[in-house]
């Protein structure tokens, strides 16, 4: 089965969320400032990761003041098509900082301003965005920041996506601090999953708002879902694998000199979507994943340096090129 049923005819992907400025810790009180998010940083790896006959767009909403442009010019100099970006005069973009304790990171944001929020408050400015995409890629944080407009405007725009051959990638990404209640969070969620056509939960999240006690039990409620092909994130655990009926537990890359775990569930979501893209198996894919996390992790901040990307492209190039 081809994963990209319209392939024939767009090999555009699209990610769609909140783009923020990070301040990630470098030594002696010293913060070194980038740009990143979930949908942001999977976006990066995609682009870095795919072949150069695929186009990987980011639809997002900035602001016009100073770092708002910083913010357009990173994703042009990456490589990612920034003509999905809208721009807002009177938002700008959030803000993060990253503090260590030792590898795993804790998050502080700023984002009542920020411009993503309404993103999807324009349904034609939306539908635009993600027209003729072979792929769209969004996440629980996406639905979180947009609100219940914006949901609404995303939801039937993800449905005329679908009806024209689009598939969806959904990774949940719960942060409850983001939505109103639990109860929101688990509606709107449950409002997106019929739309999904690959599902890339981390366990721990899931977990906390709906109390799976097993990664077995999460794949099994998913599926009941719709959702026919899922991958469970679980950290340093075998991830869970659905694809095509068959489950499977793929193991993680072991890593003993990890410096900071930014960004691992997102580049995992990259090398995963990519490996798929180009034809691999969802077996394939979800071991090219893990090598790809288990490599960041190893990095500080959100964006791994290239070199420790390019082994993953090399593999992801020649399975586009020979066809498999």
């Known amino acids: 089965m081809n994963f990209l049923r319209r392939a024939d005819k767009s090999l555009r992907i699209v990610g769609v969320g909140e783009a923020m400025v990070e301040f990630a810790p470098v030594r002696d009180g010293l913060f070194k400032r980038g740009f990143a998010g979930d949908t942001l940083n999977t976006s990066w790896y995609l682009r870095r990761l795919l072949p150069d006959a695929?186009?990987?767009?980011?639809?997002?909403?900035?602001?016009?003041?100073?770092?708002?442009?910083?913010?357009?010019?990173?994703?042009?100099?990456?490589?990612?098509?920034?003509?999905?970006?809208?721009?807002?005069?009177?938002?700008?973009?959030?803000?993060?900082?990253?503090?260590?304790?030792?590898?795993?990171?804790?998050f502080s944001y700023w984002?009542?301003?920020?411009?993503?929020?309404?993103?999807?408050?324009?349904?034609?400015?939306?539908?635009?965005?993600i027209a003729d995409a072979a792929l769209i890629y969004l996440s629980g944080i996406t639905l979180a920041v947009i609100g219940a407009q914006g949901r609404e405007n995303l939801l039937e725009a993800l449905k005329h996506a679908k009806a024209s051959g689009t598939r969806v990638a959904f990774d949940s990404?719960?942060?409850?601090?983001?939505?109103?209640?639990?109860a929101a969070a688990k509606s709107?969620?449950?409002?997106?999953?019929?739309l999904t056509d690959v599902a890339l939960p981390s366990f721990d999240d899931e977990a906390?708002?709906?109390?799976?006690?097993?990664?077995e039990a999460m794949l099994k409620r998913l599926r009941d879902g719709g959702v026919k092909e899922i991958v469970v994130k679980n950290g340093s655990s075998p991830a869970l694998l659905l694809s095509e009926e068959v489950v499977n537990a793929v193991q993680a890359t072991s890593v003993k000199d990890a410096a900071d775990t930014t960004a691992a569930g997102d580049s995992f979501n990259a090398a995963y979507l990519a490996a798929r893209c180009v034809g691999q198996t969802a077996l394939s894919a979800c071991e090219l994943a893990h090598k790809l996390a288990g490599e960041v992790v190893r990095h500080p901040g959100a964006?791994?340096?290239?070199?420790?990307?390019?082994?993953?492209?090399?593999i992801i190039t020649a399975a586009y090129e020979s066809g498999s």
Do not use: C, H
């Not at 100073?66 to 042009?76: C, G, L, N, T, Y």
């Open 303 to 314: 964006l791994a340096p290239l070199e420790a990307i390019q082994p993953i492209r090399k």
């Open 188 to 194: 709107s969620i449950e409002m997106f999953l019929p």
């Open 173 to 182: 990404n719960i942060r409850l601090r983001l939505w109103p209640n639990e």
């Open 111 to 129: 984002r009542e301003n920020s411009a993503a929020r309404q993103l999807a408050d324009n349904p034609a400015i939306l539908a635009n965005a």
């Open 54 to 106: 695929f186009s990987v767009y980011y639809a997002t909403r900035a602001g016009t003041d100073a770092i708002s442009k910083e913010f357009v010019a990173f994703v042009e100099a990456s490589g990612i098509e920034a003509n999905a970006i809208a721009l807002d005069p009177n938002r700008t973009l959030g803000l993060y900082t990253i503090t260590l304790d030792g590898s795993e990171r804790r």
């Open 208 to 215: 906390s708002l709906w109390g799976d006690k097993t990664a």
